[in-house]
């Protein structure tokens, strides 16, 4: 990372830095809206803190002076977490999430808190209470969601990196629609300790970056076990920077069927354009059937919210966040749940407490979670001859504020990247060239439980390979 | 369901719910034609063993920090209104 680099070396002062980003965010974040909160004078403090690091001779760490954004569903000690919700009014969490004092100890400066669709439910950031993120590369479109407020902080030049949660795509397809790259790693590579829980089976925290080896060292950095997560996996992060060049000569890659039939044809070529750009060097290409991952959408969207009833019964108005009095305390709770929670919160809690209810659980969640099943072993058996997939990651490039007003057409956004939540294995959305009005195209690089190093040596090749005419240009020209 | 998930909805609110949830139920109906009976249920993406720590004292957050982010707290604790002996 060259920020890095030269804020170690001396060269670069992490202050300036800092004011060059703080500049960037003057200059356009009235119109993109991707902050809740731009902590200007803690991030001063901070970058401060590694520049004197440096003239005192101690190293501040392998992200030193690079500027982050942290979607706002992360703990900040001190700072207001909002997870774009009113329930959240006001709270200050008491500590820091396991990525955040990583980040930190690595010299990181946290600039600010990005919106999200509410409790991260969503695929445009349009159901923030806060009000829409719009896309840098188009004012009048969607960023995706739910980390849109990341994906669009680190498009606009707001900061390097971000970081954001990905429980069915929330990562990858903003990443997609902003032309950037965003990366869902292995379900408990990173620690989830001080995310605020959607749907824990599905949930993982993962980077946003302008580069693949930028992403790369965010992930090392955030990743490895922790002891504060019961589902962290008990290793070290694996060590993916040194091995990025190491290309894709013999690797079996296969493009998945189903997940090129119904996606717009601008966004299928580009796909196909990238299993040649892989197959050119080197990889051996081929079409491989899992035709679970259809019924993936259906299964997503019943145990998702059904973890989602059970995870935001806690914010009840006693312990934290916002309160409207009541005679008693179930009205208390009554009052404070139906003020709080906007309308796709509302929604989902009540869609997961009938899957989840007596005389429909059989039928609904329990079927469900036999489809998730069905999709790990399909997704086992392609990696049997496979050692890595590809698809797109969204079906379309960014779409128009308020054009996905049906749900269902909502929630079809994420059809190509919620398979990976429900397998719990690896995959990350590339920028690949533009699509229709000259908007970003994100390829979709699936790995099995582990295979981040593969699958982020199929990303560098996939990167160095795009088509030169890159979205980020025509969008800014 | 808004009954069991402690929240009460305008009759606008209910009629746009009602359609919202209509529509994501009627696709739920896709995984009717899957044969599942010998598929066992997945709950989980990792195999969960339970993880145990040392019994030893550790940093735990600080009350005082922690009960003034309550929305209202008395005698070290988190203050509600009465939970028994209100008429409904």
Redesign the interface.
């Given at each position: 990372m060259e920020i890095a680099a030269r804020v170690r070396s001396g060269e670069w002062s992490a202050v300036d830095v800092l004011e060059g980003h703080l500049e960037a965010i003057s200059a356009r974040e009235g119109e993109i809206h991707a902050f809740n909160l731009v902590m200007v004078d803690e991030a001063r403090e901070a970058a401060a803190a590694v520049d004197s690091a440096v003239a005192s001779g101690r190293d501040p760490g392998p992200l030193a002076g690079v500027p982050v954004a942290l979607k706002d569903n992360m703990c900040t000690r001190g700072v207001p977490t909002t997870c774009s919700s009113r329930i959240l009014d006001g709270?200050?969490?008491?500590?820091d999430a396991t990525v955040v004092t990583r980040a930190v100890e690595a010299g990181a400066v946290v600039i600010g808190k990005t919106n999200l669709d509410e409790f991260a439910m969503g695929s445009s950031t349009e159901h923030s209470a806060f009000g829409p993120t719009l896309n840098p590369h188009d004012t009048t479109r969607v960023p995706g969601g739910s980390s849109g407020g990341s994906a669009a902080a680190v498009a606009a030049g707001f900061s390097s990196v971000a970081l954001g949660s990905d429980t069915g795509g929330s990562i990858r397809q903003p990443a997609a629609l902003c032309g950037v790259v965003g990366v869902k790693p292995t379900?408990?590579l990173v620690s989830r300790y001080g995310l605020v829980a959607f749907a824990s089976?599905?949930d993982q925290i993962g980077p946003f970056a302008g580069s693949v080896a930028d992403a790369a060292l965010m992930l090392e950095v955030i990743g490895g076990h922790d002891?504060m997560d019961?589902?962290s996996?008990p290793r070290p992060a694996p060590d993916i920077s040194a091995h990025l060049d190491r290309g894709v000569e013999g690797m079996r890659i296969g493009l998945i069927t189903e997940l090129l039939e119904g996606v717009d044809p601008d966004v299928a070529a580009r796909v196909h354009e990238a299993a040649e750009t892989l197959s050119a060097a080197g990889a051996v290409i081929d079409e491989v059937s899992v035709p679970a991952t259809l019924?993936g959408?259906?299964?997503y969207?019943?145990i998702a919210p059904a973890e989602a009833?059970s995870n935001l019964?806690r914010f009840?108005?006693?312990?934290?966040?916002?309160?409207v009095?009541?005679?008693?305390?179930?009205?208390?709770?009554?009052?404070t749940?139906?003020a709080g929670?906007g309308?796709e919160v509302?929604?989902r809690?009540?869609?997961g407490?009938?899957a989840l209810?007596a005389g429909y659980y059989e039928a609904?969640y329990?079927?469900?979670?036999?489809?998730?099943?069905?999709v790990?072993r399909e997704f086992g058996a392609a990696y049997a001859d496979h050692d890595l997939l590809l698809s797109p990651t969204s079906p379309s490039v960014a779409f128009p504020l308020g054009a996905k007003a049906?749900?269902?057409s909502m929630?079809m956004c994420d059809v190509c990247t919620l398979p990976s939540n429900?397998?719990?294995?690896a995959a990350m959305s590339v920028p690949f060239g533009s699509g229709a009005h000259g908007l970003p195209v994100g390829v979709q690089v699936l790995a099995p439980?582990m295979g981040e190093v593969e699958m982020f040596r199929a990303a560098a090749v996939l990167e160095a390979g795009a088509p030169s005419e890159s979205a980020t240009e025509e969008g800014r020209s | 369901m808004a009954v069991l998930a402690r929240l009460r909805l305008s009759p606008e609110e209910v009629t746009h719910f009602t359609g919202h949830l209509g529509a994501i139920l009627e696709h739920a109906a896709d995984v009717e034609a899957l044969d599942l009976a010998d598929v066992p249920p997945t709950s989980h993406p990792v195999h969960l063993e339970n993880v145990m720590r040392p019994d030893t004292v550790g940093p735990t957050l600080d009350r005082s920090e922690v009960l003034a982010e309550a929305p209202a707290a008395e005698q070290d604790r988190f203050r509600v209104p009465p939970i028994l002996g209100v008429e409904p």
């Open positions: 709270w200050r969490p008491p500590y379900y408990g089976s599905l002891p019961s589902t996996i019924y959408l259906t299964a969207y019943l009833s019964a009840d108005g006693v312990r934290y966040g916002l309160r009095d009541g005679p008693d305390t179930a009205e208390m709770m009554i009052r749940r139906s929670f309308d509302k929604a809690i009540m869609l407490t009938f209810s609904f329990g079927k469900a979670q036999k489809v998730r099943t069905l790990r049906d749900p269902m929630y429900l397998s719990g294995e439980a | -």
